[in-house]
């Protein structure tokens, strides 16, 4: 078997190799075909904003357990001129202030956005991942799982490369009683050509 498998790799780059020495010309992609050139250098049609964001973003949540305040980071892609995916992480305090405890969680996600006025966007979206919270105090909690998060929010720019982003989310937590809730986020991106 374990010949099988050397066979079968050596085969592969074999093959790769002759692929990268034949004779290849040059063909220049267009917007309806390819979106690399042989290069291997990505090509976007001229609609595309060829840009990612970056940002910190500040959440004051209502979960059930108690209220919470968050900070974290934010990174996003656009695929198209409006479609956008990434990633972010949060954590912070969980509960009042006699209590001690955090809240952490992370995830994947996918948004869209659309323009309403000249600097004022639209901006909705959803991020699933995973997290969990210990608390002690008020309430004992120890509980985490599996975080589905939509979001609906504005963006305004506030320099040429600046967002400020004001939105609403809503934490869902299958099977957890403690951690759901609803979050009011504010968060700042920085705009990468």
Known sequence: MKNIVILFISIFFSVQVLAQTGDSQEVAPTDETSKTNLAGQYIYADSYFKKSKTGVVLKYAFPASGQTMFYGWRFVVYNTEKFFIGGSGFTGQLGGP??????SYGGLLAGYDFVIFDDMYVEWGIQAGGGGA???????????????EPWFGFNTKVGEKTDFNWSMSYFLMPNNQDLPGVSLNLRIDFIID
């Open 134 to 148: 210990t608390m002690s105090g008020s309430k004992t909690v120890s509980s985490g799982g599996v975080m589905v």
């Open 98 to 103: 006699g209590d001690v405890g955090t809240f």
